[in-house]
């Protein structure tokens, strides 16, 4: 790769930043007149299919048989495991958008990326959490506005109107979740370098922390951590 491990609280931007962070790795790419150029993949729960109910522990929602061992979402880990892993390579720059807020998981990706030889960053979303969980319960609502809408619709225009948007948290999962966030810690070797947007930095300041990513893990500056080091 490079990997570039995106976090941040649910519903919090990180797919945001991770699309404008593509966007702006695709237009360097085009611009580096390196002769190995670099390949860009996007992957998230989205790309690889993956429920928000997969991280729902909340006994009401969940069969006892998946609360038992959470299985889904160790199922869905393997799942995106996979697919950085498929695509591994010094010259693959993945961009992982995701909740990614297990510290022990990110420590597994820094130690996937130093088996390759390759740089691997973090870019954190900060968000204020109430602003986060308007965003959830104005997809909620919307949601709920679709069903209602959906009695009165023909189904096929309905389905189409749906697709359109992105699937909620459940409340109580969503809390979990905010509950269950292990923030990045810098000084940790799979922590770093470690970049931070926030929600109200505006596209100049976005930019210039996505150029500081870009000379992390293919500029001049790369730190590559080798597999003995
Ligand atoms: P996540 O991937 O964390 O679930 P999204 O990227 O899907 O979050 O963002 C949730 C919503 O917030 C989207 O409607 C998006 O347009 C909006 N949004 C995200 N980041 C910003 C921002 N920095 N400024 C304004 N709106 C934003």
Redesign the pocket.
């Known amino acids: 790769m490079p990997l570039i491990i995106v976090t941040?609280?649910?519903?919090?931007?990180?797919?945001?930043?991770?699309e404008q962070l593509h966007t702006y790795l695709a237009e360097r790419i085009a611009a580096h007149n390196d002769k190995t150029k670099y390949r860009l993949h996007l992957i998230s729960d989205e790309t690889q299919s993956i429920s928000r109910a997969v991280y729902d522990l909340s006994p009401t929602q969940l069969p006892a048989h998946v609360r038992s061992a959470n299985a889904s979402e160790k199922d869905a880990r393997a799942a995106v495991y996979a697919a950085v892993k498929r695509v591994l390579s010094p010259r693959d720059i993945v961009v992982l958008?995701g909740l990614n807020y297990i510290k022990g998981w990110r420590y597994q990706l820094f130690c996937e990326a130093k088996n390759m030889s390759t740089p691997s960053a973090v870019l954190q979303?900060g968000?204020a959490v109430d602003r986060?969980r308007a965003?959830n319960e104005a997809r909620l609502e919307r949601r709920k506005q679709y069903q209602e809408d959906q009695k009165q619709e023909e189904p096929a225009q309905a389905e189409t109107e749906k697709s359109k948007d992105?699937e909620p948290y459940e409340p109580a999962n969503w809390d979990n979740l905010v509950f269950r966030y292990e923030e990045p810690n810098p000084m940790t070797r799979w922590d770093s370098p470690l970049f931070t947007l926030i929600?109200?930095?505006d596209a100049e300041q976005t930019r210039q922390v996505f150029g500081q990513i870009w000379d992390a893990v293919a500029g001049e500056a790369k730190k590559v951590v080798r597999p003995n080091q």
């Not at 941040?8 to 991770?18: C, F, I, M, Q, V």
């Open positions: 941040g609280l649910p519903t919090s931007g990180k797919s945001t930043r991770a958008d979303v968000c986060a965003v992105v929600w109200e930095d």
